[in-house]
């Protein structure tokens, strides 16, 4: 016999979250138990961003303007709070250029495919998470993406890091981007712990603060100018140098 039966997938977390919160709580209680990381940009970035299909636009004869910038964006805004589907957001880009020959649309969403897939992994990531990994801490990713969780996952499955997570939270899937409190306190809500047991690690200023916001200590990695957290990372590695602040409820201002 089954401890539960579930109808669809849905019901699944919600067993997770009771079982969770049913086990006694370790010694040390709000102490460190995950870090949250950022996705693109603090895991992986994109050094040849755009390159194959600024290609298939030049075999086109087409060009960038400024206008496509701002319709771009639009429609990434709706893509990443999944207004629209993964298709609908990629022929809408292509469609963007003036493109209306299905031959072409198809040749353009999957030069689309090929520049996402395009991404480079900073040095020490998958060393660093999987060391993370086995001192104990609970692992989680919160992204703003028109991607779905299943590609990301191939990514970093090529970069050696794709069976380390325990909560992945996408913007496209829950319809908020950070710096949104709802996004941070799904990914809390999945893990099971309270906003001072975790850290998040980003670049961005607004997400640094809107993680700060709801009482999550912060790293700061491959940052933005006037970033402003509790602590600042050289490498990515050097998340393996920070017992104290990991460990230390009331870690000190940087």
């Known amino acids: ?56 636009l030049k075999t086109l004869g087409r060009e960038i303007n400024p206008n496509h910038a701002r319709e771009k964006q639009a429609i990434v805004h709706k893509a990443y709070r999944g207004q629209i589907s993964h298709e609908e957001y990629r022929e809408s880009i292509v469609r ?24 480079a992994f900073f040095e020490g990531v998958a060393e660093t998470l999987h060391a993370l990994k086995r001192q104990g801490f609970l692992l989680a990713i919160i992204t703003d993406t028109a991607n779905s969780i299943s590609a990301k996952l191939e990514w970093f499955e090529r970069g050696g890091f794709g069976n380390v997570w325990d909560s992945i939270i996408s913007s496209m899937d829950i319809g908020v981007r950070k710096p949104n409190p709802r996004i941070y306190r799904m990914a809390l809500r999945q893990l099971g712990i309270t906003a001072d047991q975790a850290v998040f690690v980003g670049h961005k200023p607004s997400e640094l603060d809107g993680a700060k916001a709801l009482g999550i200590k912060t790293i700061a990695f491959n940052y933005e100018e006037g970033v402003i957290a509790d602590h600042y990372l050289s490498r990515f590695s050097d998340l393996l140098t920070l017992p104290q602040f990991i460990n230390d409820v009331s870690c000190r201002e940087v």
């Open 96 to 119: 963007i250029y003036g493109i209306t020959e299905p031959e072409q649309i198809a040749r353009g969403k999957q030069a689309l495919i090929d520049d996402d897939r395009n991404v």
């Open 1 to 56: 016999m089954p401890d539960a039966v579930i109808g669809n997938m849905n019901e699944l977390l919600e067993i997770l979250v009771t079982d969770r919160k049913a086990t006694p709580v370790p010694a040390g209680a709000g102490k460190v138990r995950a870090l949250i990381f950022d996705a693109g940009d603090v895991l992986y970035h994109r050094p040849e961003r755009g390159v194959k299909f600024s290609a298939f």
